[in-house]
């Protein structure tokens, strides 16, 4: 069966055909510039187009798509119903699952024979314990508006558990695990027993650890103190804690981290800085992890940061295992989300076949 993975973004379009017979990867590239002023590609559908003309024989499509709220646990079977469910998440995904959207309904335009299924990045968090996810805010927050933590890069979080528990040679639910995916965005999640407990990204992806140009966990009085000082609109305040935070903001260099390293090494005490404050702050995380499940058996390392940085990993390890009776195992884990969705996708259709 030939899978076609779509990640399809507000400007660009991802794409990976995979052949699940044995997870083959027989083509992958993007398209970008998508629905840009002066751009060619006028819209989803346009770079849609372009990359079925690459492709002659697809069986069944994955979508990534970012946010599936209370609605989706699992991935699914595209229908009227989903689509339907997709929209409304839009409301608290304004930035994401519209593109998602655009993206399959381009694909049922293009393809409309062909099965489509929706592999969400909220649906592995989806087993968070209500005192994980509900936040110390009036309870009628979370029932009207459904504000709770949801978190993200879920995929990413259940394709390396899982490796993580071929590699070990042990079932998923004799392990504690903690997944670190370190990138431009990052964050941390505890699995416990294959089911995960908790994860740093909350409502929004800017909950948790500092990230490339994101403030991660800050006082929330912050905000109305900021906004009132520099008389910012809640755009620009949106702006400032998403796009000028982090790594960038602290060191006032760069929000990546091989730049800041290199800095660092030369001397400069503001990457100095940004890199503690992050070694630090994923560091604590792993300590409350590893009391709320308990124990810790594995500690994965994954994305840009986590799979290629050596020195970052041993100055989040040093000394943080020194109360426990057993050293966990520490493993670095490429993730591979297109084809975790690949193989959501191939158990969805089995399923209904
Ligand atoms: P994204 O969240 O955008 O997918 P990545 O997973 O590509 O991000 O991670 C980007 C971060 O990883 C940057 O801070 C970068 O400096 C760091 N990094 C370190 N080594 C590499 C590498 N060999 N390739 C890509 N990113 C790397």
């Not at 990138?183 to 027993?193: K, L, T």
């Not at 290199?262 to 800085?273: H, S, V, Y």
């Not at 994954?302 to 295992?321: K, S, Y």
Request: one cysteine or more; hydrophobic letters at 40%.
């Amino acid at each position: 069966m030939k899978i076609l993975v779509i990640n399809s973004g507000s400007s660009s379009i991802k794409y990976k055909l995979f052949d699940m017979s044995a997870e083959l990867l027989l083509l992958g590239g993007m398209i970008e510039h998508v629905a840009e002023q002066g751009s060619k590609v006028k819209d989803h559908y346009e770079g849609l187009k372009i990359i079925l003309e690459k492709i002659s024989r697809v069986d069944a499509i994955g979508h990534r798509v970012v946010h599936g709220a209370e609605k989706f646990k699992k991935p699914v079977l595209i229908d009227k119903n989903v689509i339907h469910g997709i929209r409304q998440c839009c409301a608290i995904a304004p930035l994401h699952n519209p593109a998602n959207l655009a993206g399959i309904l381009a694909c049922k335009k293009l393809l409309s024979g062909i099965r489509q299924v929706a592999v969400f990045d909220t649906a592995f968090h989806q087993t968070l314990p209500d005192y994980a996810y509900v936040y110390g805010l009036p309870y009628e927050y979370y029932e009207r508006f459904g504000i709770r933590k949801y978190g993200f890069h879920g995929t990413s979080h259940e394709y390396v558990v899982n490796e993580a528990s071929y590699i070990l040679k042990k079932p998923l639910n004799k392990l504690k695990i903690i997944t670190c995916h370190l990138g431009n965005g990052c964050s941390i999640s505890a699995v416990d027993r294959g089911r995960c407990v908790d994860t740093s990204m909350g409502f929004t992806p800017l909950e948790g650890l500092v990230m490339g140009t994101r403030c991660g966990d800050i006082d929330p009085a912050l905000v109305c103190y900021i906004m009132h000082k520099k008389s910012y609109s809640a755009q620009r305040m949106d702006e400032l804690l998403n796009k000028s935070s982090g790594l960038k903001g602290i060191s006032g260099i760069s929000n990546d981290m091989r730049t800041l390293v290199d800095r660092k090494n030369k001397g400069d005490k503001r990457a100095k800085l940004a890199i503690d404050i992050f070694v630090y702050r994923v560091k604590k995380y792993i300590g409350s992890y590893t009391a709320i499940m308990e124990g810790l058996d594995a500690l994965v390392f994954t994305a840009g940061i986590g799979e290629n940085q050596a020195d970052i990993r041993e100055q989040i390890c040093r000394g943080a295992f020194a109360h426990l009776k057993k050293e966990p195992k520490i493993l670095v884990i490429p993730t591979n989300e297109e084809l975790m969705i690949a193989r959501e996708t191939f158990g969805v259709i089995q399923a209904v076949s």
